[in-house]
């Protein structure tokens, strides 16, 4: 999928993916990260997602990719927070306090860009994406991050009936991605009320990917 694309999105106004508030799913599971207040958390592909103020105001630290230089604008207008932007590389570092976020391609995002990073949230990056790209991300994801753990967001539906973003991503996609560095489990699966996008019938599950001790290991059943 062409970045202009979600150019096109940004400008339209076009984001039924954007959030009012922060995702359930990461206010009910994120601390099964295990992760001490001033943790870096990076949020791949996060557009001004209202998550990144729920995860500053509980004392953790953010870094982010995003495509759209319109989002991180909007999204650092409603922080209140004056970014300062310099110029890495091929992309645009926008810097506050506690908050780092690099706008441009991910893929041009560097473990030494990066830093180091205590953990993933993925809500909106996987999904975005088509599947001849996902294995690539997936594998660039963990390259910058040390295989950082992950809370990680997916859903399932019938691509036959609509076509995404956001993709249905099924378990078996999971395993295929992140089964050989990450021990997988379910953590919750709801449906989607009144279907994706108010057409399909859809899931939302949530993911935890934690480094495993082993190759090709299976995901664990729901605790």
């Known amino acids: 999928m062409e970045a202009s694309f979600w150019h096109r999105k940004w400008e339209r106004g076009e984001i039924n993916f954007h959030e009012s508030e922060a995702n359930p799913l990461l206010t009910t599971h994120f601390e099964k990260l295990n ?29 982010g990719a995003e495509l759209s230089a319109q989002a991180i604008n909007d999204l650092f207008k409603e922080l209140g927070r004056e970014p300062a932007i310099s110029t890495v590389g091929k992309l645009s570092r926008y810097s506050a306090d506690d908050i780092d976020i ?17 953990a993933i949230y993925d809500r909106a990056a ?48 999971v395993i295929r991605h992140y089964g050989a560095a990450y021990q997988l489990q379910s953590l919750e699966t709801k449906n989607i009320a009144g279907g994706l996008k108010g057409k399909v019938a859809s899931t939302e599950t949530a993911w935890l990917l934690q480094k495993a001790n082993r190759q090709n290991v299976k995901a664990q059943p729901t605790a």
């Open 102 to 118: 690099w706008v441009g391609d991910i893929f041009e995002v560097s473990a030494d860009y990066l830093g180091p990073v205590n």
């Open 126 to 173: 996987l999904v975005a994406l088509p599947a001849g790209t996902r294995q690539l991300y997936a594998s660039h994801l963990m390259q910058i991050s040390g295989a950082a753990p992950q809370l990680l967001i997916t859903y399932e539906y019938d691509q036959s009936v609509i076509d995404g973003p956001p993709f249905s991503v099924d378990e078996d996609e």
């Open 35 to 63: 992760l001490t207040k001033g943790s870096r958390v990076f949020l791949p592909l996060c557009g001004k997602t209202r998550d990144i103020a729920w995860l500053l105001a509980n004392g953790y630290r953010v870094a």
